[in-house]
């Protein structure tokens, strides 16, 4: 729970489980309906993409909702093609008080 406990924590915290290739981990935060979004190389965590010179910090709060942008290095990997430099993380409070993504990326 305490990784949830603000917006760039949980942003943080996802992107961790990203590097660590933990698939349980990643879905975990998100809410239900957004979960799909980590189906990256079709769940291959192989393929996924590795993280590293992360910067995240808040961009945008009420108190249901946030959103924070991170810049970062993003290796080249098959599930991602070509890499980013920066994503905005969408995330909403639940009842329980964590932080789950909604939605990441470039608008």
């Known amino acids: 729970m ?5 917006p760039e924590q949980a942003t943080l915290s996802w992107f961790s489980a990203v590097n660590r290739k933990d698939k349980t981990a990643a879905v975990a935060h998100f809410v239900p309906a957004a979960k799909g979004q980590m189906n990256w190389g079709n769940g ?3 393929t996924w993409s590795t993280f590293s010179a992360l910067h995240c910090g808040q961009v945008g709060r009420s ?9 970062f290095r993003e290796s080249r990997s098959p599930s991602e093609g070509n890499p980013d430099s920066w994503w905005t993380v969408y995330l909403k409070r639940q009842l329980d008080g964590r932080w789950l993504i909604t939605g990441y990326g470039q608008p």
């Open 2 to 6: 305490a990784l949830f406990q603000s």
């Open 44 to 46: 291959g965590t192989s």
């Open 63 to 71: 108190v249901k909702a946030a959103s924070v942008r991170c810049t």
